[in-house]
Each structure stands twice: as C-alpha cells, then as structure tokens.
C-alpha cells in the first residue's frame, strides 16, 4: 500500500482528491502549510509519492502582491522538490497550470507549444517547472508535472455558477455572438488522473496537460446549465462591438460586466489532453457534458 503525502489538502482539489485516494485504498498523510514551509527530510518518511496542490491561485480582480506568486509557487515547490530529491520517496507530483503555458490560445493548446505566460501567476509555475525539470534525478526517481485547464466540480463557483446564476434567473445570455470554445477539467477526471500516475510506475517523467475530452462553446454550457434547472437557457446575440463597449464602461464604473470579465467568458482555450491519456493508457471516465450536468445539479444546494 502506497504512502502518499498531499500538500494544500484544503484547497477545492484537495478535498476531493483526499477521499477519492482512499476511496482506491491508498494511504494520505496531508503536509499543513505550516510544515511545508519548513520542510525536511525527516517530514517525507515513509513516504512513496508526494502529491504538490500548495500554491497560490490565480487573482482576476489583480489585488495581490505580484510576489507572493514567486514566493509560493515557486519558492516552496523548489524547497520541497529538493527535499523529495534527498528523501525515499520516488514520484513528485506537481500540479502546475496551464497558464504557465499560455494566457490565450490560438488553436490547441499541447505541451510542445513554447511557454508564454503574461501574469505572475503563470511566470511564477513555469519557474517551478523549469527548476524541477533542470534537477539530475537519482535512479528510481520520477516527476510529473500537471497543467489542468479550468477545474470544475461540486462546491466550486467562479464564472461558471455565474452564469448558472444567469439561467435560473431567466435572464438572457447576452453573450451568443461569441463563438468561443474552452476546454474544461471535471474534478473526478482529474482526480482519476492522478491516482492512475500514482499508482502506475511506467509513465516517464515530463509536462502533462489535462482536459476533458471535449472542448465546449459557453452556448453550449449554458444549454447544460439550462438542462440541469429543466428549463430551456435563453441566448442573445448583442452584436459584439456593443457588448465590448458596455464592458469598457463597465470597467471604468466597476460593473459586474469589465473588460476582463468579458474576456474570461467568451475567449477560446482549447487544450490537448492527447499525451496524458497516452501516458496512462487510458480514456478519461467523466465525458464533458457530464462532468459539467453535475457540477450545474451542485449549484442548487449552495447559498
């Protein structure tokens, strides 16, 4: 029976990647904040694998100190991987972002694209990445490191439960114009995701994105928002210089609809999962329109 040890087990994944391990029979020893800070050698044994979710996310409203970004993200995950590098434990975890790749997409999203990142946030875990790729790994040693796209599930909000917001309310989408597609990541898939890493010795160290299967237009995750109220979702197609115009006015008067806002809910950021799946040899278990049907049917029991 694997021992693993998970960092930021209070944080949306962590909460449900915690039972979920347990659920298939592994053994979880979460790693509080207060120990990660000082972590030692001593803190990893027994350990087999160390799970990296700790990290600071990312702020749309700006308000944060640009360097707490460096100082967690990258800071703490280059302490902890040197100390995974002196310990017996044999596979580091590190859930990164896909923003450390890219801000937008044009096209697909794969792990070959040359990073970009625009905000700190992304700068701050393309230099966690970077300093664990650069690290000679012992013999018997391996890394992994994640980007997810959006994650989604039961008891998490953020844009999507806006716009759920939205449908429930009978309030037009004005948004139909846009012709976007995003891709999505269901907490289970990405849950089954990393147990299968865990527990599967062969797949070779390197960058993985992870998605869901199918990229969705926010039409169509309104029409699922809809489904799930059991009620038809009304869209409106404003034309499209107007909706930029209200959103620049928006900005300027701090609206619910800003610039950045509009941006969030109509761009498109399609990304691959092609080399994950590979990896594991396996299909994802949750299809995207399902794995958003039960992330849309948890909204009705939060306040």
Not at 134 to 161: A, D, T
Request: hydrophobic share 35%; proline share 5%.
């Amino acid at each position: 029976m694997k021992n693993v040890r998970i960092t930021g087990s209070s944080g949306f994944v962590g909460q449900n990647l915690i039972p979920y391990l347990k659920d298939k029979g592994l053994t979880i020893q979460p790693v509080l904040r207060k120990e990660l800070e000082n972590i030692q050698v001593d803190s990893l044994k027994d350990s087999d694998v160390i799970v990296h979710l700790a990290g600071k996310a990312h702020d749309l409203k700006q308000s944060s100190n640009p360097q707490e970004y460096y100082s967690v993200n990258y800071e703490l995950t280059k302490k902890l991987f040197d100390v995974f590098l002196q310990s017996h434990a044999s596979k580091f975890i590190f859930i990164s972002s896909v923003k450390s790749a890219a801000d937008s997409v044009d096209g697909i999203l794969s792990e070959s694209d040359k990073p970009n990142p625009q905000t700190d946030y992304g700068k701050s875990k393309l230099m966690a990445e970077k300093y664990i790729e650069q690290q000679v790994l012992p013999e018997g040693k391996s890394y992994i490191i994640l980007r997810p796209c959006m994650i989604h599930g039961p008891g998490n909000k953020g844009n999507l439960n806006l716009l759920y917001q939205f449908v429930k309310k009978g309030i037009p989408y004005p948004l139909a114009a846009f012709k976007n597609k995003r891709s999505f990541l269901s907490i289970e898939n990405l849950c089954f995701v990393i147990e299968r890493i865990i527990e599967k010795e062969s797949i070779p160290s390197g960058i993985y994105n992870v998605a869901d299967d199918e990229a969705l237009s926010t039409n169509e995750v309104v029409r699922i928002l809809g489904n799930s109220l059991g009620k038809k979702a009304k869209l409106c197609s404003i034309p499209i210089g107007l909706v930029r115009l209200a959103a620049g006015i928006g900005s300027w008067l701090h609206l619910p609809l800003t610039n950045e806002r509009l941006y969030k809910m109509t761009e498109s950021y399609v990304v691959s999962n092609h080399k994950i799946k590979e990896g594991l040899n396996a299909l994802l278990p949750v299809p995207s329109r399902e794995g958003l049907r039960t992330t849309a049917d948890s909204f009705k029991e939060l306040k």
